[in-house]
């Protein structure tokens, strides 16, 4: 009989799987603690009324969308996509974009911590790769350094053509055990940026960052022109909602000598 697989991770303040801003602030109440709250609410309870003198245990959590195991909308990126149209938010993604079979890209044979983003030959290539639309894909590297601080900074990044070329094919949910998809933050944005602030504690500068090209400084711009539009209500309803910064994808041209492929359907793990 298939068995599912929990794929999630557990929300910890002691476990570091975000950048200091980011991390989720956890308050526990202790059984004794949340009985005298109980009985300040119910005018007349003593805490003698209550089982052993207990109330329940509670935990307080202030987290991000970000935190923990999560999806990412197409509205966390950027407010428009596809040339102009706008950008669905979590609540528009289909249901049944998320209950299909997976492929596991297993790319452990990088190096830890370095740019390592397949390209679409490199996909292409791999005779054990065949995807099919609506296929999920997951992307394997950084999930032995999780807990580590160095967590943030380990892994491998999808690059702009690998991860278009998949597009291509359909695929329309992708994941990694990373904390980023195309690497962590620093390398993706800030590293790209010289005009933003680095803080070496927390982005530690790479000796593989790409430059800043144009390309990049126009995409800034548009982002600017969009959330100009948002502050003015142009978008509606949605001039509430977050949005994120520039994204910038710094990219290198290392070929892989091909990813070791796994597909899961399931709960069966099959090597292709």
């Keep these: 009989m298939p068995q599912p697989i929990d794929i999630s991770i557990a929300l910890e303040q002691e476990t570091i799987a975000d950048p200091p801003f980011m ?3 956890i308050t526990y109440t202790t059984h004794e603690a949340w009985a005298v709250d109980l009985i300040a609410s119910f005018p007349g309870m003593t805490v003698d009324q209550l089982p052993e003198r207990m ?16 999806i990412d909308a197409p509205w966390h990126y950027h407010p428009t996509m596809d040339g102009g149209r706008r950008t669905i938010a979590i609540d528009e993604v289909p249901l049944r974009w998320f209950m299909q079979p997976g492929v596991n890209l297993d790319f452990r044979n990088c190096a830890m911590g370095t740019w390592c983003p397949p390209t679409k030959s490199t996909l292409n290539s791999s005779a054990s790769l065949t995807l099919k639309t609506l296929e999920i894909v997951v992307v394997t590297r950084a999930g032995e350094r999780y807990g580590p601080p160095d967590f943030v900074h380990s892994g491998c990044a999808m ?30 944005m800030v590293h790209d940026l010289p005009d933003i602030h680095r803080d070496p504690d927390v982005c530690p500068k790479s ?7 144009e390309l990049a400084k126009a995409e800034a711009n548009q982002t600017e022109v969009h959330r100009s539009r948002l502050l003015k ?5 949605r001039r509430k909602r977050k949005t994120a910064g520039p994204r910038h994808r710094a990219v290198r041209s290392r070929l892989l000598s091909g990813p070791t492929i796994e597909r899961y359907r399931y709960g069966k793990r099959t090597p292709l």
């Design 23 to 25: 991390r989720p602030s």
């Design 233 to 237: 209500g142009t978008y509606g309803k």
């Design 55 to 70: 109330g329940c245990a509670v935990e307080q959590i202030n987290l991000s969308t970000h935190n923990g195991t999560h």
């Design 207 to 213: 000796p593989t960052a790409a430059p800043r090209t």
């Design 159 to 188: 690059g702009r053509d690998a991860t278009l070329h998949l597009a291509s094919k359909g695929i329309r949910v992708v994941g990694t055990d990373g904390w980023s998809w195309d690497g962590h933050a620093c390398a993706a």
